[in-house]
């Protein structure tokens, strides 16, 4: 059983930046065991869009042309948390942000790394609003 708890969430104006985590438990899997993760945004009414990938082993990254140059995705094993720096943040960049782990390997294979069904496990989320 994979947690993937969210955090950083938040209100900014158009331009400012905010970093997410999101914090990586498991009960039964080494951490090792995840391939990839990723972080998902979903607009109200809008369908769950993949916004950045990272390959666990190898650390490649892969984005979303949408946030291409504005936000970072990284890692830290040590502390078993996954992060989401978002700079020039946009109105249209509000949604709720979820990370998501993948423990099959399928999300590091092209063009998967920001598919939904690439994934299997997921968290609550966190809400980023961004205003004009």
């Known amino acids: 059983r994979v947690q993937l708890v969210e955090s950083g969430g938040g209100s900014v104006q158009a331009g400012g930046s905010l970093r997410l985590s999101c914090a990586a438990s498991l009960s039964t899997y080494s951490i090792y065991s995840i391939s990839a993760m990723a972080w998902f945004r979903q607009a109200p009414g809008g369908e769950r869009e993949g916004v950045a990938h990272i390959s666990t082993g190898d650390g490649s990254t892969y984005y979303a042309d949408s946030v291409k140059g504005r936000f970072t995705i990284s890692q830290d094993n040590s502390k078993n948390t996954l992060y989401l720096q978002m700079n020039s943040l946009q109105p249209e960049d509000t949604a709720m942000y979820y990370c998501?782990?993948?423990?099959?390997?399928?999300?590091?294979?092209?063009?998967?790394?920001?598919?939904?069904?690439?994934?299997?496990?997921w968290g609550q989320g966190t809400q980023v609003t961004v205003s004009s």
């Open positions: 998501a782990a993948d423990l099959t390997d399928i999300a590091t294979i092209h063009p998967r790394q920001l598919m939904e069904s690439s994934y299997n496990y």
